[in-house]
């Protein structure tokens, strides 16, 4: 923080200096560039007043969203109506009604074995496989833990705390039960020890407690069970017990009947037992309910253990037995089932996930009266289920939080803050016409908390794309998040006969349609997808539903050092469509365990069908054009790595390792299909030597194989994917390697033959979800540049010679690596040796192409992965009416400048320094009734909505890569400001993003840092340690967005928000919801005087005469470790942190105290009176009786 502080006072310095702007490049670290003086342009830099500082800045986490990742607890408060969700990374969720969605997390990360509310008293206790138990303040918007209990001896293994007690109950793998005071969080004295509660003839220890809990019908009274089998009876006062149960099945758990007088357990054998406290020598009725009756009266077989059983009346009905588990053993395929019997009635519900626990909620909390079930919450590992049982069909309610994100794993993300107003509502009209039916009609039980809208007011929509190819659109505002409408982009495709895909030519053995990247532009409407199996999608938005052909077109990508000839770009025809390919790719779907080697290699084939036939595409995103990538001479289509779509030029491009393509999607044709090296032309700075011919393109990158082996795993996790000059190959960072045509050896054949022709070179299509791989470690803490980038976009395969490096080898082509100086590589000769420049990004924009240009025209900027900037110049038909018919001209203007490292961003400021956006066409429904000539002309915005005035003669192009940011005067290409953001590590991800009316470089970097540049000075206005990238999910999922948000996945289920502004991290308190709101608990009905009579003594009982340090002693101090929590010190930030309720609360009861103070001023005062008069009126009488003798009197 310290050096947090200091660029804030050198912010200050450089504000109040003259001319403070214009050093604040060199001020910031970045190293002075030879052109940073005004370049030829002639543009002074104290023009453009930069208004943002480090005060601007602050990060903090916001909110997560998403189902709790590897769930093992559940805990309901039935009076606030708030459930709890432990995890086994020590994550506790606790959610409300929706709005109201809390994360907290225990620092050490050890697994939440159980968690038990304080009903109605804003607390909950949490028990960790670390032997803690911790108590967590629920009364403040962030939770934190008031105290800790470390047990150093024993293991925890059950807790219970009873409706309105202070004392919770403990039990331990030892068998023994020790009691904790919730208030001090101190041991009591008190301990049932195993030995004393089983009988002294047992000669074998009971095992771990299972259960505990207190009678209802007298609260003096614990029901301890043991593993084993053995139930105990504990009088608390007496200290003996009173009764003791054994079976012969180990026992998982107990439930009471509310009377108090039985209780049921179930069993490992898949049985139910019901014992009576008046005959506790055996159950007085056993049922194994799945188990098959044998025909010869013998005991029915067993099943299934039963892992957890609750036992709950009704008033007006048949009891409700509720149990998970005990299916009979021959039904192996069956899936996990909840079963509900009610009176006769069995009912079996098959859950899609295995059961983690369930709780059945009732309309009272006193566990001494008609329970009334009304629904039933079942977590499952990977789903929230809550069952309503006040129907005979049991039907389930409609879950309002965002718990199925993780569906399909996620593969991708993008954020929009402050997107146009009407999309939110427009999409949720769509997406709601396609929501299932069959729900209960019942509001969500889970209601608790209060949620306010805050003062956040500006709308957000998040875009999830994921592995089975849909694309789900959420709407993100106010720090919520609910699904608006989900889009399957595998519809446009055929679908895979079954054992078809073996011999087809898909590229990835699992998962064809996931997307890998996607496009956005919300004022269009025009939505772009990147499929992993080289394709993409261009999606119009509609309001009518619409039956057509899916128009499609094949470009070929080749990489072909020899096959330059000129720099022109060329008109390539259309390619046949898909059907025209179906024979050949008959004829190579052969046997499987051949190689076709005898002229039948796979070329201009795309890796999937597009359906032919007319599609009915209802509201929404409908499919205008596929764009395939085929393969080219027995070659597979490279993974897309970068894209961009403009509505306005009506143009995409996409770029692989191979080259870039830029397609009119308006007029259905490939403008552009080149090779990275012919986009130079004779621009190329760097001599390259002509290949020769591959001599057997049969056996490139399509066949070559991850073997399992470890020296090939250390291979794919420290290979880089964008420069490993060292070894001779350039590959994508958002895909394969692309590895060179080197012959196989014999055993290599042998196991591509295994795997048969055209199977995928790649494991599986890499989801951000499924990513839990262990990564090498550098000095510096976080992951190796190639382990990251190697895995970023895209599972690798590697050419022959590559499997047998060893790791030393390659740490030192590591080194190697970090170490070049030059911006594209280490060494030329490298370069010749079969590099391939990846593309990594695109822009299109209205900028200044070429150095002498007068007036800005359309270009398509290109960033490559050896940090090569290239523009390329549009020329669009001048009119819009020649649109639809004149060809749009693609050639490159000759321009160049260069970055260290691969191109990641580009962004264009005007003279003053506002960000301009590109041109697009205003949305129009492409199927309205109305098809007049107004609505036929499009509306195009060529220029930001912000910057009415001109944008004057010069800009200021913004150019990020993973190593330094750049910021160029256009058209003079001078290079004003350059900073070096990082030397040892990389960026993951950098945008340019406005901030409070102005517009600064985020960057996230793979040391975990996120840092923020001012534009155009580039002056470090933010450096923060946040987030070491542990795994692959972060570093392909993290993005940023306007007004300082941010988000990432912190799990394969679950989302993380984050804000990088100040002003949203002081307004956070106000936005998050309240999990503790004022209700009154429920009285407890009137037991009448019989009951009360001969219904035991339980209301006499007094826990703290009996567990006090008075009676009981105190713990041995070795036992347990009390340890005080930050609570206090929360709850004091909370109530500070703006919250104008509670300040009024606060205010409200010292007011109150004071009035009672006054009130107690007042009688003391009258009091004090009333004793001076009353002493008077004593001394009066003493002194006149004074002289008397008694027989006076």
Same mark, same amino acid.
């Given at each position: 923080?310290?050096?947090?502080?200091?660029?804030?006072?050198?912010?200050?310095?450089?504000?109040?200096?003259?001319?403070?702007?214009?050093?604040?490049?060199?001020?910031?670290g970045g190293s002075a560039h030879p052109g940073g003086t005004a370049g030829a342009a002639g543009t002074p830099r104290e023009e453009v007043q930069?208004?943002?500082?480090?005060?601007?800045?602050?990060?903090?986490?916001?909110?997560?969203?998403?189902? /709790?990742?590897?769930?093992?607890?559940?805990?309901?408060?039935?009076?606030?109506?708030?459930?709890?969700?432990?995890?086994?990374?020590?994550?506790?969720?606790?959610?409300?009604?929706?709005?109201?969605?809390?994360?907290?997390?225990?620092?050490?990360? %050890?697994?939440?074995?159980?968690?038990?509310?304080?009903?109605?008293?804003?607390?909950?206790? +949490?028990?960790?496989? &670390?032997?803690?138990?911790?108590?967590?303040?629920?009364?403040?918007?962030?939770?934190?833990?008031?105290?800790?209990?470390?047990?150093?001896?024993?293991?925890?293994?059950?807790?219970?705390?009873?409706?309105?007690?202070?004392?919770?109950?403990?039990?331990?793998?030892?068998?023994?039960?020790?009691?904790?005071?919730?208030?001090?969080?101190?041991?009591?004295?008190?301990?049932?020890?195993?030995?004393?509660?089983?009988?002294?003839?047992?000669?074998?220890?009971?095992?771990?407690?299972?259960?505990?809990? &207190?009678?209802?019908?007298?609260?003096?009274?614990?029901?301890?069970?043991?593993?084993?089998?053995? @139930?105990?009876?504990?009088?608390? !006062?007496?200290?003996?017990?009173?009764?003791?149960?054994?079976?012969?099945? %180990?026992?998982?758990?107990?439930?009471?009947?509310?009377?108090?007088?039985?209780?049921?357990?179930?069993?490992?054998?898949?049985?139910?037992?019901?014992?009576?406290?008046?005959?506790?020598?055996?159950?007085?009725?056993?049922?194994?309910?799945?188990?098959?009756?044998?025909?010869?009266?013998?005991?029915?077989?067993?099943?299934?253990?039963?892992?957890?059983?609750?036992?709950?009346?009704?008033?007006?009905?048949?009891?409700?037995?509720?149990?998970?588990?005990?299916?009979?053993?021959?039904?192996?395929?069956?899936?996990?089932?909840?079963?509900?019997?009610?009176?006769?009635?069995?009912?079996?519900?098959?859950?899609?996930?295995?059961?983690?626990?369930?709780?059945?909620?009732?309309?009272?909390?006193?566990?001494?009266?008609?329970?009334?079930?009304?629904?039933?919450? @079942?977590?499952?590992?990977?789903?929230?289920?809550?069952?309503?049982?006040?129907?005979?069909?049991?039907?389930?309610?409609?879950?309002?939080?965002?718990?199925?994100?993780?569906?399909?794993?996620?593969?991708?993300?993008?954020?929009?803050?402050?997107?146009? /107003?009407?999309?939110?509502?427009?999409?949720?009209?769509?997406?709601?016409?396609?929501?299932?039916?069959?729900?209960?009609?019942?509001?969500?039980?889970?209601?608790?908390?209060?949620?306010?809208?805050?003062?956040?007011?500006? /709308?957000?929509?998040?875009?999830?794309?994921?592995?089975?190819?849909?694309?789900?659109?959420?709407?993100?505002?106010?720090?919520?998040?609910?699904?608006?409408?989900?889009?399957?982009?595998?519809?446009?495709?055929?679908?895979?006969?079954?054992?078809?895909?073996?011999?087809?030519?898909?590229?990835?053995?699992? #998962?064809?349609?996931?997307?890998?990247?996607?496009?956005?532009?919300?004022?269009?409407?025009?939505?772009?997808?990147?499929?992993?199996?080289?394709?993409?999608?261009?999606?119009?938005? +509609?309001?009518?539903?619409?039956?057509?052909?899916?128009?499609?077109?094949?470009?070929?990508?080749?990489?072909?050092?020899?096959?330059?000839?000129?720099?022109?770009?060329?008109?390539?025809?259309?390619?046949?469509?898909?059907?025209? $390919?179906?024979?050949?790719?008959?004829?190579?779907?052969?046997?499987?365990?051949?190689?076709?080697?005898?002229?039948?290699?796979? #070329? =201009?084939?795309?890796?999937?069908?597009?359906?032919?036939?007319?599609?009915?595409?209802?509201?929404?995103?409908?499919?205008?054009?596929?764009?395939?990538?085929?393969?080219?001479?027995?070659?597979?289509?490279?993974?897309?790595?970068?894209?961009?779509?403009?509505?306005?030029?009506? *143009?995409?491009?996409?770029?692989?390792?191979?080259?870039?393509? @830029?397609?009119?999607?308006?007029?259905? =044709?490939?403008?552009?299909?080149?090779?990275?090296?012919?986009?130079?032309?004779?621009?190329?700075?760097?001599?390259?030597?002509?290949?020769?011919? !591959?001599?057997?393109?049969?056996?490139?990158?399509?066949?070559?194989?991850?073997?399992?082996?470890?020296?090939?795993?250390?291979?794919?996790?420290?290979?880089?994917?964008?420069?490993?000059?060292?070894?001779?190959?350039?590959?994508?960072?958002?895909?394969?390697?692309?590895?060179?045509?080197? !012959?196989?050896?014999?055993?290599?054949?042998?196991?591509?033959?295994?795997?048969?022709?055209?199977?995928?070179?790649?494991?599986?299509? $890499?989801?951000?979800?499924?990513?839990?791989? =262990?990564?090498?470690?550098?000095?510096?803490?976080?992951?190796?540049?190639?382990?990251?980038?190697?895995?970023?976009?895209?599972?690798?395969?590697?050419?022959?010679?590559?499997?047998?490096?060893?790791?030393?080898?390659?740490?030192?082509?590591?080194?190697?690596?970090?170490?070049?100086?030059?911006?594209?590589?280490?060494?030329?000769?490298?370069?010749?040796? #079969?590099?391939?420049?990846?593309?990594?990004?695109?822009?299109?924009?209205?900028?200044?192409?070429?150095?002498?240009?007068?007036?800005?025209?359309?270009?398509?900027?290109?960033?490559?992965?050896?940090?090569?900037? *290239?523009?390329?110049?549009?020329?669009?038909?001048?009119?819009?009416?020649?649109?639809?018919?004149?060809?749009?001209?693609?050639? /490159?203007?000759?321009?160049?400048?260069?970055?260290?490292?691969?191109?990641?961003?580009?962004?264009?400021? &005007?003279?003053?320094?506002?960000?301009?956006?590109?041109?697009?066409?205003?949305?129009?429904?492409?199927?309205?009734?109305?098809?007049?000539?107004?609505?036929?002309?499009?509306?195009?915005?060529?220029?930001?909505?912000?910057?009415?005035?001109?944008?004057?003669?010069?800009?200021?192009?913004?150019?990020?890569?993973?190593?330094?940011?750049?910021?160029?005067?256009?058209?003079?290409?001078?290079?004003?400001?350059?900073?070096?953001?990082?030397?040892?590590?990389?960026?993951?991800?950098?945008?340019?993003?406005?901030?409070?009316?102005?517009?600064?470089?985020?960057?996230?970097?793979?040391?975990?840092?996120?840092?923020?540049?001012?534009?155009?000075?580039?002056?470090?206005?933010?450096?923060?340690?946040?987030?070491?990238?542990?795994?692959?999910?972060?570093?392909?999922?993290?993005?940023?967005?306007?007004?300082?948000?941010?988000?990432?996945?912190?799990?394969?289920?679950?989302?993380?928000?984050?804000?990088?502004? $100040?002003?949203?991290?002081?307004?956070?308190?106000?936005? *998050?919801?309240?999990?503790?709101?004022?209700?009154?608990?429920?009285?407890?009905?009137?037991?009448?005087? *019989?009951?009360?009579?001969?219904?035991?003594?339980?209301?006499?009982?007094?826990?703290?005469?009996?567990?006090?340090?008075?009676?009981?002693?105190?713990?041995?101090?070795?036992?347990?470790?009390?340890?005080?929590?930050?609570?206090?010190?929360?709850?004091?930030?909370?109530?500070?942190?703006?919250?104008?309720?509670?300040?009024?609360?606060?205010?409200?009861?010292?007011?109150?105290?004071?009035?009672?103070?006054?009130?107690?001023?007042?009688?003391?005062?009258?009091?004090?009176?009333?004793?001076?008069?009353?002493?008077?009126?004593?001394?009066?009488?003493?002194?006149?009786?004074?002289?008397?003798?008694w027989y006076q009197f």
């Amino acid at each position: 923080m310290k050096k947090f502080n200091f660029r804030k006072v050198l912010d200050g310095l450089t504000a109040s200096s003259p001319g403070g702007s214009a050093g604040g490049g060199g001020a910031g670290g970045g190293s002075a560039h030879p052109g940073g003086t005004a370049g030829a342009a002639g543009t002074p830099r104290e023009e453009v007043q930069e208004t943002l500082t480090s005060d601007y800045f602050q990060i903090c986490k916001t909110v997560r969203h998403g189902f /709790p990742y590897l769930p093992t607890a559940l805990a309901f408060d039935p009076v606030q109506k708030i459930l709890a969700i432990g995890t086994r990374t020590g994550a506790i969720r606790i959610l409300g009604r929706p709005g109201v969605d809390c994360y907290c997390q225990h620092e050490s990360g %050890a697994a939440v074995l159980q968690l038990q509310f304080l009903i109605n008293e804003g607390a909950l206790v +949490s028990a960790c496989a &670390d032997d803690t138990l911790h108590l967590w303040n629920l009364r403040q918007k962030r939770p934190a833990i008031l105290h800790s209990l470390k047990f150093n001896r024993e293991r925890i293994t059950y807790c219970h705390l009873p409706f309105q007690s202070k004392w919770l109950y403990v039990g331990t793998e030892r068998g023994n039960t020790h009691i904790v005071n919730i208030e001090s969080f101190i041991l009591s004295g008190y301990v049932i020890m195993w030995n004393k509660a089983i009988e002294l003839s047992t000669k074998t220890h009971p095992g771990p407690v299972v259960h505990l809990s &207190d009678s209802p019908r007298d609260e003096g009274k614990l029901l301890i069970g043991y593993e084993n089998g053995t @139930v105990v009876f504990w009088d608390l !006062r007496s200290k003996r017990a009173d009764l003791r149960a054994y079976y012969d099945e %180990a026992i998982h758990s107990v439930a009471w009947h509310h009377e108090g007088k039985q209780f049921m357990c179930s069993h490992s054998d898949g049985s139910l037992t019901l014992w009576n406290l008046k005959s506790p020598n055996r159950p007085f009725q056993t049922t194994i309910p799945h188990g098959k009756i044998q025909r010869d009266g013998k005991k029915p077989e067993s099943c299934k253990p039963i892992l957890k059983v609750e036992y709950k009346t009704c008033k007006n009905s048949e009891p409700f037995v509720i149990f998970s588990g005990g299916l009979s053993y021959d039904k192996a395929c069956r899936r996990p089932s909840l079963t509900i019997m009610h009176g006769k009635a069995i009912t079996v519900l098959e859950m899609d996930h295995p059961i983690v626990d369930f709780l059945t909620l009732c309309e009272t909390p006193y566990p001494n009266e008609f329970q009334e079930p009304y629904a039933v919450v @079942v977590l499952l590992e990977k789903d929230l289920i809550v069952v309503d049982l006040t129907q005979s069909n049991f039907p389930i309610f409609e879950n309002p939080y965002p718990i199925d994100i993780h569906e399909s794993p996620v593969t991708c993300t993008e954020y929009f803050a402050d997107c146009p /107003p009407d999309l939110i509502p427009v999409l949720y009209s769509v997406g709601a016409k396609h929501k299932k039916q069959g729900y209960s009609n019942k509001e969500w039980p889970i209601s608790g908390g209060a949620w306010n809208l805050g003062a956040q007011t500006y /709308p957000e929509i998040i875009i999830t794309g994921h592995a089975d190819g849909s694309v789900k659109f959420w709407d993100a505002s106010a720090i919520t998040l609910q699904m608006l409408y989900k889009l399957k982009t595998s519809k446009v495709f055929e679908k895979q006969k079954p054992g078809e895909g073996k011999a087809t030519a898909e590229i990835v053995e699992e #998962d064809p349609f996931a997307v890998q990247m996607m496009y956005w532009c919300p004022e269009s409407r025009i939505f772009c997808v990147a499929g992993v199996s080289a394709y993409v999608v261009v999606y119009r938005f +509609s309001k009518h539903e619409v039956n057509t052909e899916i128009a499609s077109l094949e470009v070929r990508l080749q990489y072909e050092v020899e096959d330059i000839i000129t720099p022109e770009p060329e008109i390539i025809p259309q390619f046949p469509d898909a059907s025209s $390919q179906l024979p050949s790719l008959k004829s190579l779907s052969g046997s499987t365990n051949t190689v076709a080697c005898e002229g039948m290699m796979k #070329d =201009s084939i795309p890796c999937l069908s597009v359906k032919t036939r007319p599609v009915r595409m209802p509201p929404g995103y409908q499919a205008d054009l596929v764009i395939q990538l085929v393969w080219v001479d027995g070659e597979p289509p490279q993974q897309i790595t970068s894209l961009a779509v403009n509505s306005a030029y009506g *143009l995409v491009a996409f770029g692989n390792c191979n080259g870039l393509a @830029v397609v009119d999607f308006m007029q259905k =044709s490939v403008l552009l299909s080149m090779g990275t090296l012919e986009l130079y032309g004779s621009s190329d700075p760097y001599q390259r030597q002509p290949r020769s011919p !591959r001599k057997s393109k049969q056996f490139a990158a399509g066949l070559t194989e991850l073997s399992d082996s470890p020296v090939s795993l250390e291979l794919e996790r420290c290979k880089s994917p964008t420069s490993d000059h060292v070894n001779g190959h350039c590959t994508s960072p958002t895909s394969q390697s692309c590895s060179s045509g080197k !012959r196989l050896s014999s055993a290599d054949v042998s196991k591509a033959n295994r795997r048969g022709p055209g199977r995928p070179p790649f494991r599986k299509a $890499q989801s951000a979800a499924c990513m839990e791989i =262990s990564l090498p470690v550098t000095t510096e803490g976080y992951i190796s540049r190639r382990a990251v980038l190697q895995q970023l976009h895209g599972i690798s395969s590697f050419s022959h010679d590559e499997r047998h490096c060893t790791a030393h080898t390659w740490m030192n082509k590591e080194n190697r690596e970090n170490s070049f100086s030059r911006s594209r590589s280490s060494s030329v000769s490298s370069i010749d040796r #079969d590099s391939k420049e990846a593309i990594t990004a695109l822009y299109f924009m209205e900028s200044f192409a070429r150095k002498n240009d007068s007036a800005v025209s359309p270009c398509l900027w290109v960033g490559t992965g050896l940090g090569m900037v *290239l523009i390329l110049s549009l020329n669009l038909p001048a009119s819009d009416d020649l649109r639809q018919s004149e060809p749009v001209m693609v050639s /490159p203007s000759g321009t160049v400048l260069t970055l260290k490292g691969a191109v990641l961003t580009f962004a264009c400021l &005007d003279c003053t320094g506002t960000l301009i956006h590109p041109p697009y066409e205003v949305w129009r429904d492409p199927h309205s009734a109305d098809d007049g000539e107004k609505t036929r002309k499009r509306k195009l915005v060529m220029h930001s909505p912000s910057s009415s005035q001109d944008m004057g003669d010069h800009q200021f192009a913004v150019i990020c890569s993973e190593k330094q940011a750049k910021v160029f005067s256009l058209p003079s290409q001078t290079c004003l400001y350059v900073h070096n953001i990082t030397e040892t590590s990389f960026l993951l991800q950098a945008d340019v993003v406005t901030l409070c009316n102005s517009v600064c470089l985020a960057c996230f970097c793979a040391n975990g840092h996120i840092m923020t540049l001012s534009l155009p000075s580039l002056r470090p206005l933010l450096d923060i340690n946040y987030l070491p990238v542990t795994d692959m999910r972060i570093a392909r999922t993290f993005c940023f967005s306007n007004e300082g948000q941010a988000l990432y996945l912190s799990s394969p289920t679950e989302i993380q928000r984050l804000t990088y502004s $100040q002003e949203m991290c002081d307004n956070l308190q106000d936005m *998050l919801g309240d999990l503790f709101t004022p209700v009154e608990t429920p009285e407890a009905q009137n037991r009448g005087f *019989l009951k009360g009579l001969f219904g035991g003594s339980g209301q006499a009982f007094d826990r703290e005469e009996l567990f006090g340090e008075a009676t009981a002693g105190k713990a041995s101090r070795s036992l347990a470790q009390h340890i005080p929590g930050s609570g206090g010190i929360e709850g004091v930030r909370g109530a500070a942190g703006g919250v104008i309720g509670d300040l009024t609360r606060a205010r409200i009861a010292l007011d109150e105290r004071g009035q009672k103070l006054g009130e107690l001023d007042e009688r003391t005062a009258s009091m004090m009176a009333s004793a001076e008069a009353f002493s008077k009126h004593a001394h009066e009488v003493m002194l006149k009786y004074k002289d008397k003798k008694w027989y006076q009197f």
